[in-house]
């Protein structure tokens, strides 16, 4: 069972914040030194997939790390670990390098995810959602 300590969220946010990475995201090229130059070949030669500590956090089983709902639109996706196409193709990814989806002052993550898929709806009917006005905001 992974740790499941509140800060190492957190903690490993505030690493991204200080870390020399110069890519967000799954893309790694061995024989290029421009950042986002290639894709990866496989699930497991991404850069989210060797992250061993990165995986274990938020982990609630088979790599996925939560789950976005949209109840208006009926959206219910898990949300994996990374952004490779395996991930991609049974929900949504969150994009390697961005804050962890917990909230907090000053975090951004990055959730992705497929408009459709021939097989699966995904995030298709997300363009029907509508900006509430709330009655503070008049």
Do not use: C
């Amino acid at each position: 069972m992974a740790d499941r300590q509140p800060w190492r969220p957190m903690t490993f946010d505030e690493a991204i914040d200080v870390s020399t990475q110069s890519v967000l995201g799954e893309a790694s090229d061995p024989f290029s030194n421009a950042p986002g130059g290639s894709h990866t070949s496989g699930d497991n030669d991404s850069l989210s997939a060797k992250d061993k500590e990165y995986q274990s956090l938020l982990d609630a089983g088979g790599g996925v790390m939560g789950t976005i709902r949209v109840p208006k639109v009926s959206i219910k996706l898990p949300i994996h670990h990374g952004t490779s196409d395996v991930a991609l193709a049974s929900g949504a990814g969150h994009l390697y390098g961005t804050s962890l989806p917990v909230g907090g002052v000053s975090t951004h993550a990055v959730i992705t995810g497929h408009r459709g898929l021939v097989e699966a709806v995904m995030f298709t009917r997300l363009d029907e959602m509508k900006r509430a006005i709330s009655s503070t905001s008049r």
